[in-house]
């Protein structure tokens, strides 16, 4: 039987996947965010997953303005990471786990989540940047990956009780898995932060600590704020924080918190690490 | 019974904040297109070489074409510009986010990053 093993949740700022290029991990702008990471290193290690279901957001990589599903459900054998328009080195392709990724649409699509499938799907920052930080000396990845993407770009976005609704179907179809992985679901992006307009540089600590204090107890405290809400409570790419509360449906009922890192700024963002366990 | 959305008046706009709804992304569909072209190194490339002609191939709109001849990110913005895609045009002038961020406040890039690790203490 296949087993969540539990629950890893961290930015993606383009600029860590910069700092961790030039080894700049423990100078003093970076090294409180770094910090936050020997802990997940010490759990992965403990709880060896090998497969990893990521919700994350496309920045204009696979997807742009002509066809912008609302969730997509990656479906392929691999992912490559390309060129995001800046001309930096790649990050390293992922081996997909293309039965796990159609049973999940098929429950999914089941439960009246109509995703779009995808066989074909470039990744980006946001899910490689969390790989590099969980897994610094890796080669390659030691886990395959299920990839899905939750629309954070074009407005109208999905609700958060909707994102917390999709991640609570995508736990129970990996709880009906006939597979023997150790599954290890994934958030990334947020917390707070805006890049955008005069309102540019805004963070908001007190709504970060808000969803943090509540994503292990009590999730659906999340999906009480509109997205209008959310976009004034923790800035346009705040928003973000949609692929949190999806995760944190995906792995199931109960959980504790073991793990939590909070640090202001990175790069324009206030950047949070949090590991949370099936309770 | 009628819907929370279809009976509520609109939310309260948040100042400073737009919200890249259907009708920004309407108007900045052309703008955003040649953004997400520099994707491409020889896409980028020829931007640099004769921006004119680049953005004539996209069909950019006068005021689009203004904002990014001005290097006027809330100008790009309120053409529709999307500020995932806007990145990579800020890559091409070699732009941070905090550059872009400062050009958006009215500060320098100095006051800017000082703003951003000023929230640190609030925390």
Redesign the interface.
């Known amino acids: 039987m296949a087993e969540i093993v539990g629950a890893y949740f961290t930015s993606h700022v383009p ?1 860590i996947g910069g700092a961790i290029h030039r080894g700049d991990q423990q100078t003093p702008y970076w090294k409180p965010f770094f910090d936050g990471f020997p802990k997940v290193h010490e759990w992965l290690a403990k709880v060896k997953p090998d497969v990893a279901v990521v919700f994350s957001n496309d ?3 696979n997807f ?2 002509d066809k912008m599903p609302t969730f997509a459900v990656g479906a392929a054998a691999e992912y490559r990471n ?6 930096l080195p790649l990050y390293k392709p992922f081996k997909g786990h293309a039965e796990l990724s159609w049973h999940i649409i098929e429950q999914l699509v089941d439960g009246e989540f109509d995703v779009t499938i995808c066989q074909e799907m470039l990744v980006d920052h946001a899910i490689s940047i969390p790989f590099e930080l969980a897994y610094p000396e890796a080669k390659e990845w030691p886990v395959k990956l299920v990839p899905i993407g939750i629309n954070t ?4 976005l999905p609700s958060a009780k909707r994102c917390l609704a999709l991640g609570r179907a995508v736990h129970k179809a990996l709880e009906g898995w006939q597979g023997d992985d150790r599954i290890v679901v994934i958030g990334t992006g947020g917390l707070s932060h ?10 908001n ?1 007190d709504y970060d600590r808000f969803c943090l204090d509540n994503l292990a107890s009590n999730p659906d405290a999340l999906t009480q704020n ?1 997205i ?2 959310i ?2 409570l923790a800035g ?2 705040g928003v973000e924080v949609l692929n949190w509360i999806a995760a944190r449906g995906a792995l199931g009922p109960s959980a504790l918190e073991i793990h939590r890192n ?4 990175i ?2 963002t ?1 950047a949070a690490t949090l590991l949370l366990e099936p309770a | 019974m009628a819907t929370q959305s279809s009976s509520g008046s609109p ?1 309260e706009p ?9 009708e920004a ?1 309407r108007r900045g ?1 052309a703008l ?2 040649m ?2 072209s ?4 020889e896409n ?1 490339d020829s931007f640099v070489a004769d921006e004119g002609s680049y953005m004539s191939r996209f069909n950019l709109a006068p005021e689009q074409r203004e904002a990014v001849a001005r290097r006027d ?2 100008g790009m ?1 309120a053409a529709g510009g ?7 045009l800020a ?1 091409i002038f070699g732009l941070s ?2 550059d ?2 400062a050009m ?2 009215g500060k320098t890039v100095e006051e ?1 990053k000082q ?3 000023d ?2 203490d ?2």
């Open positions: 600029a920045h204009g990589l742009f303005l390309a060129d995001e328009g800046w001309g770009v074009q407005h109208p805006q890049l955008d307009g005069k309102r540019a540089g805004f963070m600590p509109s209008h809400e976009v004034q346009t790419q909070y640090h202001i700024p790069s324009n206030a | 939310p948040i100042p400073g904040t737009t919200l890249f709804d259907g992304a569909y955003n297109a953004c997400y520099f994707n491409s190194k980028r990110v809330l913005i999307n500020i995932y895609y806007l990145a990579k890559g986010v905090q872009i961020g958006q406040t800017f703003f951003l690790l929230q640190a609030e925390a």
